[in-house]
């Protein structure tokens, strides 16, 4: 997101404040400072504070993460008849109970709040729809990855000669992650495709349990400029989540130039794979999908993958930061034209 607020906050007029959560600890990114936006940790807020501060800025525009917050939703209550509120969420709908009574409530409890809605993509758009948003009132493209950064592996990558087969997962060490189901698969095949390696980026519960393999590699966690070597040589990406709302990490590689595997929980693949051009999509789970899956990559020639790779790149252009804020830019521009 860090790279969406550098465009938004590069275009003229617009004066962009980020109030924020801390940094989880198994994802510890440092965030950097910037001329174009500013930061403000929350962790010591109070309501009133947030509130204050949010005055202070005199917004045309606010943007709220979800709607478990109580202090963000005291904000969009003061604001929603004045300007563009806008709710952002990334769950699927599912219609399970829970979200059923989100429909119910939603007219006494989130269009109180919201006037629009902003979702990663088509996952998302049935789900505020249902909440009661018109499609007029919805946009997409919430998740942007930092297309400058891979486009830039992507140029490296063309003119590097990989020596060796890589398969590349970065992600966090938990269950729900489906990194087990990824170690046991890679295993399995191992035998049969001992070119190939394993390496895995990231941190959670289970790093002390990783797999111990002579093909597994663990890098624990790395920051973004760390992890360039390894896409540089990587051949191709698994993400075989069990959940994975959107997945801006597969947005990342597919602008890298990777050809792609990935379970269908994961939203990302609505946007940026395409089954039998760039990569593979496996029902969620599938042990023997995930083993087949692996198994037609293993089997795929260099040149199909570098033919795999640039689709990969060609789809990832669909979102960039520059898109990310002109979405945020037209969300301003549809209040002035009501008013």
């Known amino acids: ?35 174009n936006f500013k930061l403000r940790g929350r962790s010591n807020m109070s309501r009133e504070d947030i509130i204050t501060i949010v005055d202070n800025a005199h917004p045309d525009l606010v943007i709220v993460s979800g709607w478990m917050d109580e202090d963000y939703l005291a904000v969009a209550k003061i604001y929603k008849s004045q300007i563009p509120v806008v709710l952002t969420i990334d769950n699927h709908w599912v219609g399970n109970l829970k979200q059923w009574f989100a429909v119910v409530t939603a007219p006494i409890f989130i269009k109180r709040l919201f006037n629009c809605a902003w979702v990663p993509g088509v996952p998302q758009t049935t789900y505020v729809k249902k909440l009661g948003f018109a499609s007029n009132n919805i946009k997409n493209g919430f998740y942007s990855a930092d297309t400058t950064l891979f486009n830039n592996i992507y140029r490296k990558r063309e003119k590097t000669t990989r020596s060796k087969k890589k398969l590349l997962y970065i992600g966090r060490y938990l269950e729900l992650k489906g990194i087990i189901e990824l170690w046991d698969t890679f295993m399995k095949l191992s035998p049969e495709y001992p070119e190939w390696e394993l390496h895995c980026v990231g941190a959670g519960e289970l790093y002390e349990e990783r797999a111990s393999h002579p093909q597994i590699f663990h890098h624990d966690f790395l920051q973004p400029n760390e992890l360039t070597p390894l896409i540089e040589t990587a051949t191709a990406f698994v993400m075989p989540s069990q959940i994975e709302p959107w997945g801006v990490v ?24 395409n089954p039998g051009e760039n990569g593979w999509i496996y029902p969620s789970g599938n042990i023997s999908a995930l083993f087949n899956s692996f198994k037609e990559l293993f089997n795929t020639s260099d040149s199909d993958l570098d033919q795999m790779g640039r689709k990969s790149h060609q789809l990832a252009s669909r979102l960039t930061p520059e898109i990310w804020a002109e979405t945020a830019h037209n969300f301003l521009l549809c209040n002035k034209l009501k008013n």
């Open 1 to 35: 997101m860090l790279s969406c607020f550098e465009a938004l906050g590069k275009t003229p007029g617009v004066n962009l404040l980020v109030v924020h959560w801390p940094i989880k600890t198994e994802a510890p990114f440092r965030l950097p400072t910037s001329s």
């Open 250 to 273: 597969l947005h990342e590689m597919a602008a890298a130039g990777l050809p792609l595997i990935a379970s269908d929980a994961v939203g990302a693949t609505t946007m940026f794979l």
